[in-house]
């Protein structure tokens, strides 16, 4: 489990936290449902529930206590699968946006995969021109395009920010954990 991170915005400090409870998850969702690019992707809030919601998935929520534990952003982790690393979502109510937090949101998050995998994958929509600048700017590389891949007419580019081959990660990693440290 990652522990809980606080972060400063402005004036303002957040805590960085694992999803808590059926209230946050639908708050989460409701974030997500009612912004970009998840409207032209069609997502409606019941799916967006039930991706939140999946216990397979790691999210975190970055909550502001001065505005009474709202949450003002959230990211979504899946650490199995094909790719393992893949930083899902990265949504931010529209008052936080353009402020920082989805920059420090990434941050944690490749922070809590690169403990894993030597690799962080996302994918951003063609249409997403600031999301795809700014990890660019972030060091991620275009690995490929999937044309359609969700709606019709829009591609999903995939992304990866890599710190090493898995074989050499898996080495250190291991060795790291043998001598009772993080590598």
Known sequence: MTPATEIRIA????????????????????????SEPWI???RTLEQSLAIV????????VAVCDAEGAAIAGFVIIQMTGAFVGY?????????WRSRGLGRRLIT???ER?????????LCVSSFNHRARALYERLGYE?????????????????????????????TEHNKGRQAGRRP
């Open 53 to 60: 919601s999946d216990r397979e998935r790691e999210v975190y």
């Open 11 to 34: 004036d303002r400090t957040l805590t960085v936290r694992s999803l808590a409870g059926v209230g946050e998850a639908r708050e989460c969702a409701a974030i997500m449902a009612t």
């Open 142 to 170: 275009t690995v490929g395009e999937l044309k359609d891949y969700i709606v019709r007419g829009h591609s999903e580019w995939l992304l990866r920010k890599t710190v090493g081959p898995l074989v050499e990660f898996g």
């Open 108 to 110: 944690f998050a490749e």
């Open 40 to 42: 032209t992707l069609g």
């Open 87 to 95: 930083l899902q979502t990265v949504a931010l109510r529209e008052d």
């Open 113 to 121: 995969i690169l403990r894993d995998s030597p690799n962080v994958f």
